[in-house]
């Protein structure tokens, strides 16, 4: 789904408790995708970029390139490396897991056949 959304090898999330998200304003301006498996993204309607992931229409994660400026964070893993791009190289020292890591997020990745 990542490669599809954004026209590239990967995304980066800043992952989040739904309960601890809310938006400040500009709520009216999103738009949505929801796919079979309850995973989505919102957009902004009037640019197009994409703003955050949901899941079950809860916001999980901010993407990171909607971010003016260092988000100021680190690296903590790599997800869904089982249907990474055969090209993507991903860095030593982080984290690596084929679909969802244990206890952080329930949703998972439909193949295509």
Not at 38 to 54: I, K, N, R, V
Not at 79 to 104: D, L
Request: with cysteine; charged share 20%; net charge negative.
């Amino acid at each position: 789904m990542c490669r599809k959304a954004f026209s590239a090898q990967a995304s980066a999330y800043a992952q989040l408790e739904p309960e601890d998200f809310s938006w400040v304003s500009g709520k009216e301006l999103l738009s949505s995708y929801e796919s079979e498996n309850d995973a989505g993204l919102l957009f902004c309607s009037l640019c197009g970029s994409t703003l955050c992931g949901t899941y079950e229409g809860k916001v999980h994660g901010v993407t990171l390139g909607c971010v003016d400026g260092d988000p100021e964070i680190e690296l903590g893993m790599h997800i869904f490396t089982g249907s990474k791009a055969s090209w993507e190289t991903i860095p030593e020292g982080v984290p690596q897991y084929e679909e969802s890591p244990p206890g952080k997020c329930t949703m998972t990745v439909k193949q295509d056949a």
